[in-house]
């Protein structure tokens, strides 16, 4: 934390930013609880960036470090772009949460642990040989203990709650107690308790979360209160959004600029599962949404209702885009607009499912059989996955094609305060649909052909199944340009496969050029795409305040690469791409552009830590 004001015992204390970690159990709420803390701190102004980090299983190992539910949450006075490389203030509610997460906290930063959590059973749980609190391991920090669970039993008790059903609500005296310190108003709090929760849950959750605020008020434990001033953002209306609600929302407005009805055909799948459960909410907006019973049948769902002339979406991760990457390759052939949403998440097979990983870039460039491209658009912070899937509807409408969305689950959980955009300035994409034949036979009759071709854009017209007179045929089998009849020739086959290749190739024309941020005469440039976006901007903007020259460049748009990509990295002498995998991106542009790129390589399940960045870049003036 940095100190902004002085002050005298007992008063609060500004603060211009704080990084706070909630770490227990699974079952402990510590994603309900940071979830709030998120929520009041976006109410009352601050720039915010989050965290969350829990166990794959539903139900882990209770007392387990495996068992460890984490969220971290970033809050300031002024713009950030990490949820903040280590905390300054850890919630330990037991043995096990302490363990897993307490190297990660600042020197002499201040750790509130649960006590009543710390016997000989809870210890032996957490594989500690010794109590942490009496061994002295803890005294880089200043650690404050506090009897959450029987506070909160004691304050229940007179509500009729019993002991063990009272423990439950020990995670909002936790929020009380820290929205105390640091100063969040208890208004929204208290509301979303009451409308969320009925009865005695209600009541409980609500003496617990009163409790703890008030035990930090009239404690001595604490000296005084802090404050995170509100953010000087730039004006406009704002809402915390992450990345799967932000996607859902982008959907449901390419619906509304494209015109068209929307189906979004999912299968249930960790991170992308709630991209379907929003987007359920808005039927109203014309959006059908269907659980499908796979992910071969999702996706081809999507294709159908493309054929229909729906705009079609269909969300997973990795292992659902190999099932789906059947489909995938017909809708490449059929031309058809279509888009596959990947939240991609650590592999291969089950892997971390809750962890976070952006290593399907070679799955989404080349995962088809064949030759099958397709345009590749990538998310790089939780509110832009609303414009990136957008631009992927209308290149989908556009060029008829299907196009991937890459996202990841750092994106897709992480929230940040998103300045909610002028409807009036977002993009038409709307389409026409083939009405009437396109051409007329020797004889003269008119006849349509459905793959006479854009002369600019190389896409095929979208018919209607059942429009009068543009009866025609499409499939898998290889057809014949123009006249989409069945077409097994050597010549016809070469002629196809590199017109649809010279179709995506062509979008590169309609695609913003790569810009150079930061210091265009530099020797280094950081190369990124994705989620990386955060952690680069931080490193980035770090080197360059201590003296060094650093620029960046940062995509979007992955397949085409932007028309000047090469010439830029060209100009300088040394590239580094960081990326959130084994250097997927690196060895492609190794490739087409034949520069020395050097990879920076994390494969963790974790986001890169500005530092981690910092290190690497200042590597390349040594």
């Known amino acids: 934390m940095t100190i902004t004001s002085p002050q005298a015992k007992g008063e609060t204390e500004a603060v211009s930013y704080v990084v706070v970690r909630f770490a227990g159990d699974s079952g402990d709420g510590m994603q309900v609880t940071g979830d709030r803390f998120t929520s009041v701190s976006a109410l009352f102004g601050n720039d915010l960036s989050t965290f969350p980090d829990y166990p794959a299983e539903i139900r882990a190992p209770a007392g387990t470090v495996n068992g460890v539910s984490s969220f971290q949450i970033h809050i300031s006075d002024h713009d950030i772009t990490t949820p903040g490389d280590a905390p300054n203030v850890l919630i330990a509610m037991n043995p096990a949460a302490l363990k897993a997460d307490v190297h990660l906290l600042i020197p002499g930063g201040l750790v ?33 203990e506090i009897p959450m669970t029987t506070l909160t039993q004691r304050v229940t008790e007179p509500l009729g709650v019993k002991a063990r059903d009272a423990e439950r609500s020990k995670n ?89 009805p929307v189906l979004l055909g999912s299968y249930p799948i960790t991170p992308a599962s709630d991209v379907l459960h929003e987007l ?28 229909a002339g729906h705009l079609g979406y269909t969300t997973t991760s990795g292992p659902g885009v190999a099932l789906k990457s059947e489909t995938m390759s017909l809708a490449v052939s059929l031309e058809l607009p279509l ?62 094609t299907p196009v991937i969305l890459l996202s990841d689950g750092y994106l897709a959980n992480g929230s940040e305060p998103w300045n909610l955009p002028d409807v009036a300035t977002l993009p038409d994409i ?47 089998i290889e057809k014949e340009d123009g006249t989409g009849n069945i077409d097994y020739t050597p010549a016809n086959h070469e002629k196809m496969v590199r017109l649809r290749q010279a179709k995506i190739d062509g979008i590169a024309r309609d695609i913003p050029l790569a810009e150079v941020v930061g210091d265009a005469d530099a020797h280094v440039c950081v190369l990124g795409w994705g989620s990386t976006w955060g952690a680069i901007s931080s490193a980035v903007e770090l080197v360059r305040e201590s003296g060094k020259k650093v620029a960046w ?63 690497e870049i200042e590597k390349e003036f040594s």
Request: hydrophobic share 40%; glycine share 8%.
């Open 339 to 400: 888009v596959l949403v990947d939240i991609q998440r650590g592999g291969p097979s089950t892997g971390l499912p809750t962890k976070t990983e952006a290593a399907d870039l070679n799955l989404a460039m080349y995962g088809r059989h064949s030759e099958a491209p397709l345009p590749i658009v990538a998310a790089y912070r939780p509110s832009h996955c609303f414009d990136a899937v957008i631009e992927a509807s209308r290149i989908a409408l556009k060029y008829r």
């Open 172 to 260: 909002f005296f936790a929020l009380g107690l820290i929205s105390w310190l640091y100063t969040r108003p208890t208004e929204p709090t208290i509301a979303w308790i009451e409308k969320r929760f009925k009865d005695l849950v209600k009541d409980s959750n609500l003496a617990a979360f009163r409790a703890g605020y008030n035990f930090g008020e009239t404690t001595e434990l604490f000296d005084h209160p802090y404050e995170v001033r509100p953010a000087k953002l730039p004006a406009g209306e704002y809402t915390n959004v992450s990345g799967n609600t932000a996607l859902a929302w982008g959907i449901v407005a390419a619906g509304q600029l494209s015109k068209l």
């Open 553 to 615: 460049i940062h995509l979007t748009h992955l397949n085409p690469f932007p028309a000047n990509l090469g010439d830029l990295l060209r100009g300088f002498s040394r590239v580094i791409v960081p990326e959130l995998n084994g250097g997927q991106l690196c060895r492609i542009v190794r490739a087409n552009y034949l520069i020395d790129a050097r990879s920076v390589s994390k494969i963790q399940g974790r986001p890169f830590m500005s530092a981690e960045l910092v290190n």
């Open 112 to 144: 509130i642990v649960n006590s009543d959590n710390f016997e000989a059973r809870d210890l032996e749980k957490a594989e500690y040989e010794a109590n942490p609190l009496t061994d002295g391991s803890l005294r880089n920090y200043r650690v404050v």
């Open 280 to 307: 359920s909410k808005h039927k109203h907006f014309g959006v059908r949404t269907v659980q499908a019973e796979d992910e071969i049948a999702a996706a081809g769902m999507a294709l159908g209702a493309a054929f």
């Open 430 to 476: 709307s389409t026409s649909f083939a009405t009437e034949p396109n051409h007329t036979a020797p004889d003269g009759t008119p006849e349509f052909w459905p793959y006479l071709r854009d002369p600019e854009t190389l896409a095929r017209p979208w018919a209607i199944p059942g429009t009068p007179l543009l009866m025609h045929r499409i499939g898998g």
